[in-house]
Structure formats: C-alpha cells, structure tokens
T-cell receptor, first 114, second 114 residues
Framework: KAGVTQTPRYLIKTRGQQVTLSCSPI?????VSWYQQTPGQGLQFLFE???????NKGNFPGRFSGRQFSNSRSEMNVSTLELGDSALYLC?????????????FGPGTRLLVL | AQSVTQLDSHVSVSEGTPVLLRCNYS??????LFWYVQHPNKGLQLLLK??????LVKGINGFEAEFKKSETSFHLTKPSAHMSDAAEYFC????????????FGTGTRLLVSP
C-alpha cells in the first residue's frame, strides 16, 4: 500500500504570496492532520480533518486554512506569507479519527519564504 | 494538560552499545504514547505505540519502550545501536479528548559513532 504523499516536496515563495500544499492519505484512511515543524518551535499541530470536516485546530492565525475533499485528499493554504512561515509541513493520515489511532506521516513539504 | 518532556537533546553512543532515550509524560488521563523517528530530510516514521494493552511495547528495528505509570516515564531502548539508528527521535502523547492531536516532545538527536 502506498504511503502518504505530499506535493510539492520543496517550495520557494516570497513574502506576501500565498501557497497551497497537497496531501494524499493512505488508501482507505479518512482522517488527515497537518503539522508544522520549525527549528525554534518544533512540531506543532495545525488542524485535523475527517469526512471533509475540520474537527480540531491548533493555535495558528487565520492565514492558515485547510480543506478535505470527498476522496480524503487534503490541502492546506497559507495566505500572505511571512518569513516565519518557512518550515517543514507534515501531513499525517489515519484510518479513522480517534486519539488512539496511529498517524502515518508523509515526507513533508519544505517551504522557504524569502 | 498533556505534555511530554524529552530529557536529553543529544545522546551519543558507539555502535553495538545500548541506547536509552528518556521521556517523561504528564497526563490527566491514561495516555496514548508514541515514539517516532525522523531521519534527515525525511518525514516521521512510527517506531512503537502504547495504548494500555501492555506496558512493554516492542517496535520496529529492535526498539522497545516500557510504560511506567509510577514514574510517568516512557523511555525508549535498544540493546545494540546500529549506524543507521542515527536520527532524531520524538516522544509523543495523544490528547485523549477524542480529537486527533499529537503533542510532540522537543526531540532527542541520537549520534552513533563507529
């Protein structure tokens, strides 16, 4: 079974632009979560989607948004990019939503904001 | 609130010697605990998971961890380090709120010398 895939793998943007990242979960998985990883803040939870609904959101500004499609694929969007948004963005999927469910991570999208 | 503390930011071992990566957790509930590994420029890979079925959890690549409620610890061990074990290791707790939100420790970088 193919793992979680994320596209693109690398991205360079300038301040003020917006960006859309894509995540395809493992086949059959219906829950998708997003995390941001930076050297200063470590790994932080962004949001979780299940059945096209956002179930939970972390402490990030409204510039960070996401959505999930009927095939469970998910996108996250960051508008008005800031230098501090430079990070590795990781997507994780699990079979269903639940706190004991194992999340499987993709390779990440590395975003550099100049 | 749930949290995890990884007691060492760096651990250095020689190939063939035992590995011990320490993690303490704080949780109001019976927690779900995980160890993930991240190799350079890669996503996160699940090593093992504790969800109250057994206190000694065996994972992949010879790793195991023991849940000790009295010490609120979930240390990761391996009898004999291999060069390929060099990576960053994250101790993770899942918030038992029904929502899929992982809280990550700050990570321990394992260095393995020949």
């Amino acid at each position: 079974k193919a793992g979680v895939t994320q596209t693109p793998r690398y991205l360079i943007k300038t301040r003020g632009q917006q960006v859309t990242l894509s995540c395809s979960p493992i086949s059959g998985h219906r829950s998708v979560s997003w995390y941001q990883q930076t050297p200063g803040q470590g790994l932080q939870f962004l949001f979780e989607y299940f059945s096209e609904t956002q179930r939970n959101k972390g402490n990030f500004p409204g510039r960070f948004s996401g959505r999930q499609f009927s095939n469970s694929r998910s996108e996250m969007n960051v508008s008005t990019l800031e230098l501090g948004d430079s990070a590795l963005y990781l997507c994780a999927s699990s079979l269903v939503a639940g706190d004991q469910e194992t999340q499987y991570f993709g390779p990440g999208t590395r975003l550099l904001v100049l | 609130a749930q949290s995890v503390t990884q007691l060492d930011s760096h651990v250095s071992v020689s190939e063939g010697t035992p590995v011990l990566l320490r993690c303490n957790y704080s949780s109001s509930y019976s927690p779900s605990l995980f160890w993930y590994v991240q190799h350079p420029n890669k996503g996160l890979q699940l090593l093992l998971k504790y969800t109250s079925a057994a206190t000694l959890v065996k994972g992949i690549n010879g790793f195991e961890a023991e849940f000790k409620k009295s010490e609120t610890s979930f240390h990761l061990t391996k009898p004999s380090a291999h060069m390929s074990d060099a990576a960053e290791y994250f101790c993770v707790v899942s918030l038992n709120t029904g929502f899929q939100k992982l809280v990550f420790g700050t990570g321990t970088r394992l260095l393995v010398s020949p």
